[in-house]
């Protein structure tokens, strides 16, 4: 059985950082395309940053860009994601997903499985 679980959020002041982790069960992220997703109260679920198999492809949404990392921990199972210079309009529920694909993608309907989510919420 396959499970994500995400942990990491809270709240932070603006310009603040947080390091979200996501931590697997029943797979490898060796073999998992990674991503991370987020939603905002009343918004669409966005993409925020993908890791691919290897490791060695990396993908931001244009708003996170310079601010966040993306990088996993093969030994830990583990995929971080550290954010930086945190925004106001940063606050979601953050959520990894993870797909078998061979491909790179942000394409959310397309993620095998998902974790609950952490809560971010960035005070102004």
């Known amino acids: 059985q396959v499970q994500l679980v995400e942990s990491g959020g809270g709240l932070v002041q603006a310009g603040g950082s947080l390091r979200l982790s996501c931590s697997a069960s029943?797979?490898?992220?060796?073999?998992?395309?990674v991503g991370w997703f987020r939603q905002a109260p009343g918004k669409d679920r966005d993409f925020v940053a993908l890791?691919?198999?290897?490791?060695?492809?990396?993908d931001y949404s244009d708003s996170v860009k310079g601010r966040f990392t993306i990088s996993k921990d093969n030994a830990k199972n583990t995929v971080l994601l550290q954010m930086n210079s945190l925004k106001p309009e940063d606050t979601a529920v953050y959520y990894c997903?993870?797909?078998?694909?061979?491909?790179?993608?942000?394409?959310?309907?397309?993620?095998?499985?998902w974790g609950q989510g952490t809560q971010v919420t960035v005070s102004s």
């Open positions: 890791l691919s198999r290897s490791g060695s492809i990396t």
């Open positions: 029943g797979l490898s992220f060796s073999n998992y395309l």
């Open positions: 997903a993870a797909d078998r694909t061979l491909r790179v993608h942000r394409t959310s309907n397309e993620y095998d499985y």
